[in-house]
């Protein structure tokens, strides 16, 4: 079980894994979440918006073919405004050089990507508003989920969602974990940049690589290549680590720096990438384009409410993802001291409906799943709760309301109506599974089931995540007491030296952060 005891929120106390002994003391560390800007010259950065991106790729271009004129950058801006509302704008292809000629085509090319056409971008928290979702998206899971606004299909003596002012997200999407059904979704296909929700999928596709008990020494090279500004658990060069403290500083801290170091372990990032997006695939979640590994923005990283909430659904399956995701903190090995013994310090999760805030009440029954926070994504975060026999999923992508834990006071209310709706209102869809289950049409698999069938009997049988909320719900109430207590205690954590100085946050964010540590966060 790796070094460090841990405490468990309800949601992990499943069958097969043994109570831990509670934490010592320790100082928690709250890092903040990944705020970035690049600024090399005339290259498009992860803070532009996609007009902003698109002048830059044509002043690269012609940089290089010699021969661009400042009148066709001024009209790759113009055709970046246009694809920036859904509209593909093919530059003209009567230039008077070959050289300028492929400098347009270029332009073209990135404009027309459906990457970038769907991206929400802001390069500080003043900026206007994303634009409007595609008019029509993918069908995935149903025809309804393919639309933009809100789809919701209440029956008779269904509760009322709450209005625009209170769901202020750009996307979000609230569906049963067992069968799948979506009870109600906003623009669940849009692709969005996902921010740290991204580890969900980092998380499913390499946890069954590496035994919990194996050793890894941390080489410099592996924390090469970090964003500025990324949140980080507190890796240390030259020293060992299990891979079950790397996963809970990945789940807790939503560090970078174990993402990375675990990325190595597996063959470095550019392998990582390849085999999320080769996942992504198979779990029929097409609306992702995986870029890094930690989520950390990137121009052309993108995902969905709807393909988040598939991860999760797909992590949930595994024993481990579901401990390290309710776990709410734990001790973590840290540097070797004056006599050459390891110490460890303590660190909490930062999804704040399971470990609360000073604002947030811990939400009951909550058992994960993942948090984000970045500049261009907003605030991103995917929740699991249950009531009785009822386990429902939230993702909420990008709140316009840009107040502090917005995101999970937003993913609350949903999950309120939900418990309250869901015998009440007709599905208007379902989360999909793999292919290998399901094509997305909801046709039988080659094992003879649908995929639906097939996910009801992993989260339902014997050893699985049927289980491990049933079980877990027993356990709430103790899991809500710690929790509260350790907000008692200690209102929020002090916050972690993170490696630069997130020279991508907006003043207004920085100013948040001083007000909230002078309250005594």
Not at 31 to 53: E, G, H, I, S
Not at 157 to 169: E, N
Not at 409 to 416: F, S, T, V
């Amino acid at each position: 079980m790796g070094s460090g005891s841990i405490r468990r929120s309800g949601g992990a106390l499943f069958r097969g894994v043994l109570a831990a002994s509670r934490p010592k003391k320790g100082t928690f560390s709250d890092v903040p979440t990944t705020f970035c800007t690049f600024t090399a010259a005339n290259r498009p950065t992860a803070a532009m918006t996609p007009p902003a991106a698109a002048t830059a790729m044509a002043a690269t271009a012609a940089e290089a073919a010699t021969a661009a004129t400042a009148a066709e950058a001024g009209a790759a801006a113009g055709s970046g405004r246009a694809a920036r509302h859904g509209v593909s704008v093919r530059a003209p292809l009567s230039v008077r050089a070959p050289l300028r000629a492929a400098a347009a085509l270029a332009v073209t090319g990135l404009l027309a990507s459906p990457l970038l056409a769907g991206t929400a971008y802001a390069d500080d928290p003043k900026a206007p508003a994303p634009a409007k979702p595609p008019a029509k998206m993918s069908q995935i899971g149903g025809e309804r989920l393919g639309m933009p606004g809100v789809q919701v299909a209440p029956r008779a003596g269904a509760p009322k969602l709450p209005g625009p002012h209170a769901l202020t997200a750009r996307s979000w999407i609230v569906s049963d974990a067992d069968s799948g059904k979506v009870l109600a979704a906003k623009n669940p296909h849009w692709r969005l940049a996902p921010a740290s929700t991204l580890k969900m999928l980092f998380a499913d596709t390499l946890l069954p690589k590496f035994p919990k008990d194996q050793k890894y020494t941390v080489k410099p090279g592996d924390l090469v290549g970090l964003g500025e500004g990324s949140s980080m658990v507190g890796i240390k060069e030259n020293l060992p680590y299990a891979v079950h403290d790397l996963w809970l500083g990945v789940f807790l801290r939503s560090g970078n720096d174990a993402v990375h170091t675990l990325a190595s372990m597996n063959g470095g990032v550019a392998a990582t990438v390849k085999q999320m997006q080769q996942h992504a695939e198979d779990l029929n979640a097409n609306d992702t384009h995986v870029v890094t590994p930690d989520g950390y923005d990137a121009p052309g990283q993108v995902s969905s409410a709807y393909d988040l909430s598939l991860f999760a659904r797909s992590g949930l399956r595994n024993a481990d993802f579901r401990e390290y995701c309710s776990t709410v903190s734990a001790q973590f090995p840290g540097d070797k001291g004056k006599d050459g013994k390891r110490g460890t310090f303590g660190i909490q999760n930062t999804n704040r409906l399971l470990s609360g805030d000073y604002d947030v009440k811990p939400y009951p029954g909550i058992a994960g799943v993942k948090n984000g926070s970045t500049t261009n994504a907003g605030s991103t975060f995917t929740g699991v709760a249950q009531r009785g026999d009822r386990k429902l999923l939230v993702t909420v992508m990008n709140p316009e309301k840009k107040e502090h834990n917005e995101g999970y006071r937003e993913a609350a209310k949903l999950l309120d109506w939900g418990f309250a709706a869901a015998d009440k209102v007709d599905p208007v869809g379902r989360l999909v599974g793999p292919r290998s289950e399901d094509d997305g049409t909801g046709a039988e698999g080659p094992h003879g089931k649908g995929a639906h069938e097939n996910t009801q009997a992993a989260l339902d049988g014997s050893g699985s995540s049927g289980t491990w909320m049933s079980v877990g719900i027993a356990g709430g109430t103790l899991a809500l007491v710690g929790a509260v207590g350790l907000i008692v205690h200690r209102r929020r954590p002090l916050p972690e030296r993170v490696r630069g100085k997130g020279r991508g946050r907006g003043r207004e964010q920085e100013r948040e952060r001083e007000r909230e540590h002078s309250s005594g966060e």
